[in-house]
Structure formats: C-alpha cells, structure tokens
C-alpha cells in the first residue's frame, strides 16, 4: 500500500512539486503573517510585562498604555496605604516633540519616572545607566529611534519640546505598537515639561507584598480611588493588545489573509490528489479486486496527503525562518514564531490536507473492481 501510494503520487513530478510548493506557500504566509502579528502586537504590551509590577492603576476609560491620561499624583499616597502594597510608584507616559539636529520635528513617547531601576524599566540598557537619569537633563534613547531619528551617540544633545538633554545611554526592544521611538528621562524633568503635568502622573505602579490577595489590594485600591481604574498586570497587557486589533482591523486583515493562503492550499491539494487517482483508477480498483476495503483506500489516498503536508510544511518553515532574519534587518520587524505556534500550524496542515483528500476518496471507493478486466 506505502509503494502504490508513493507511485501513484511521484508518477507527475511537476504536479506533485507544484503541490507541494502551494502548501509551503501556504504555511509560509501563514507563519509569516501571524508571526508578524504577534511580534508587532508584543510591542503593544512590552513595557507592561516587564515592569515589575503587580498592579496598574490607571485614569478612568485609559485604552492602552501609549495613550494615558493625567491625573494628581498624590492618588499614590493613597494606594500606599492599602494594606498588601510593598511599594507603589508615580509613572508618567506621554508624547513630546523632538527636534532632530537636520532641523525637523518628530514625536517621540517618553517615559518618567523617579526610581527605574527599582521597576526594570528600562529592562534592556545596552549603554549608560539608568541611575544618571535623576542628575541632570539626562535621556536614554532606544536603537530603533535611529529608523525615525536617524543615527545618534552616546554623548549628543537633543531638544525635547524646549529643553536641551544628554543621551547617556541606549536601550533595545523598547519599541511601542505605533513605531514612535521611545526615551526614558527622570520623573520631574518629564513634569517640567509641561504644565498639564505638573503635579500629575499618569500610571500608578504597584508592587504587592508576598502573600497578598491581589483581588482583594485591587478592590480596595479601587474604593479609594473610585475616579481611577485597576488592572492586573496580564489584564492591563491583554487591554493595550486588544486596543490596537480591535482599533486597526489588524486582525481582520491577518485573518483574511491567512484565510486566503489556506484556501489557496487546500484547493491545491484537493485538486492534485483528485486528478491524480482519476489517472491511476485502474491500480485503485486492482486493489479493490485483490480484496482490498475502503479503509486501506482511505489509507492510501491519507498518506499521500502527509506526504504533502509535510514535505509542504519543511519547505514553508525553511521559507519563513529566511524571511524572518530579513525582516527583522531590513523592515525593523519581529516575527514571533514560537515552537508551540509552529507545531500548532504543523498540525492543522496536516488536518487540512487529509480533510482535502476525502474528495477523492469519496471518489474511489465507488470504484467497480471489475474496471481491471475492461480494455
């Protein structure tokens, strides 16, 4: 049965690579697309999941960590005192002008706050040190900003709104969702900056105690400060991620695409598998004759569409991992593709094209044995 299967498969090489190349077409878009969509998306939550924090307490109706709104920072006195709070800490997100030395205007999203160390954030310092932010007009600028802001050193000035700061170091991987470079300067330079800001802040960090009900610090954070909302540090990331699908049509135009390559293959290989066994239905009835049943039919018409599968899948996967490393060099993009995921799609090619071979096996076992003894 392996042999016949193998056989009637391999007889037109053409078709069968033609097969196998719209299944690695498939899988590489599919990998590709959602790859870059978990990896853009990771960018909406980063600062979130690194940041030592327990809890986030943020102004009322806030959709994502880019977009905050103010309010007293004196609200932190407040979470202080709530029983199972080990420490709790001012943070203020915003968007600032940044005047670049050939004379134009950018944006850029600045974080401030009094103690980064204390919280990891930054979490990736490649040059300088955080600590030197608090002692002078000081900034730490992230090596994506040079695809907006072109190439800088450690040591250069730059004008945010209208203060004139150092660079004294550099970060990685503080990317934000909407590609604006993000810079990390001490709390109340970040104040100075503006008067919506003087004596405000933005986030509350909270960091609990062991042992502590995080429910129970969040409620009663929340009856103290009823103006303001809570959220958990995976419920806070999950909102800032679900802002930018559902605000973007990100995901409408993933999933559209994704449905597109699936179609693509399925078709390719339904078509394929079905041709194929039209051509050879004399070696399917001679095994109908010899006493073969519609099971081992089915097996036949199933390995030829693993055969596929799999040879569709390798070659997509080698295809994928390719163009991630030039994505990621040219386009300044991640491609997340995680084990899990890849064993993930893995498995729904195979279903799928077992699921594209049922057409001609439905074909098949209609076969009259007796094909064999016509001319």
């Not at 719209?22 to 939550?45: E, P, R």
């Not at 109706?61 to 932190?76: G, S």
């Not at 980064?116 to 900034?139: A, H, K, S, Y």
């Amino acid at each position: 049965m392996v042999s016949l299967a193998r056989k009637t498969l391999l007889h037109d090489k053409a078709r069968f690579l033609s097969t196998v190349g719209a299944v690695a077409f498939a899988v590489s878009l599919i990998l590709v697309q959602i790859g870059l969509f978990l990896g853009v998306l990771g960018k909406a939550s980063i600062p979130i999941e690194r940041a030592r924090a327990d809890l986030w307490v943020t102004s009322k109706k806030t959709p994502t960590i880019d977009f905050a709104h103010p309010f007293t920072e004196n609200a932190v006195l407040r979470v202080r005192g709530v029983p199972g709070v080990a420490q709790a800490d001012n943070l203020i997100v915003t968007y600032a002008p940044i005047k670049l030395p050939t004379g134009a205007q950018e944006n850029c999203l600045v974080y401030g706050l009094e103690n980064f160390e204390e919280w990891n954030l930054p979490w990736l310092v490649e040059e300088g040190n955080v600590r030197e932010l608090n002692r002078g007009l000081n900034i730490l600028m992230d090596r994506s900003a040079t695809r907006r802001f072109g190439p800088f050193r450690v040591g250069d000035y730059r004008e945010v709104v209208t203060r004139r700061f150092k660079i004294i170091g550099v970060t990685r991987e503080a990317d934000s969702f909407s590609t604006v470079p993000i810079l990390f300067m001490s709390y109340r330079n970040l104040q100075a900056l503006s008067e919506l800001l003087d004596g405000n802040s933005t986030y509350i960090l909270v960091r609990l105690r062991p042992g502590a009900d995080v429910g129970r610090v969040a409620d009663e954070i929340r009856r103290r400060l009823p103006y303001n909302d809570v959220y958990t540090r995976d419920d806070w990331a999950r909102q800032s991620r679900a802002y930018w699908v559902t605000t973007t049509g990100l995901g409408v135009q993933m999933g559209l695409t994704v449905f597109l390559g699936i179609t693509v293959g399925v078709l390719t290989v339904a078509l394929t598998l079905y041709s194929s066994a039209l051509e050879h239905v004399k070696e399917f009835a001679t095994v109908k004759a010899i006493g073969g049943s519609s099971w081992e039919i089915c097996r036949i018409i199933g390995e030829q569409a693993v055969i596929v599968s799999l040879s569709g899948y390798l070659v997509g996967l080698v295809l994928s991992l390719s163009l991630k490393s030039v994505i990621a060099t040219h386009a300044g993009l991640g491609v997340t593709v995680s084990p899990q995921f890849a064993l993930t799609v893995l498995m729904w090619t195979v279903v799928l094209c077992l699921a594209a071979a049922m057409l001609s096996f439905r074909r098949l076992v209609r076969i009259d044995p007796m094909l064999v003894l016509r001319g």
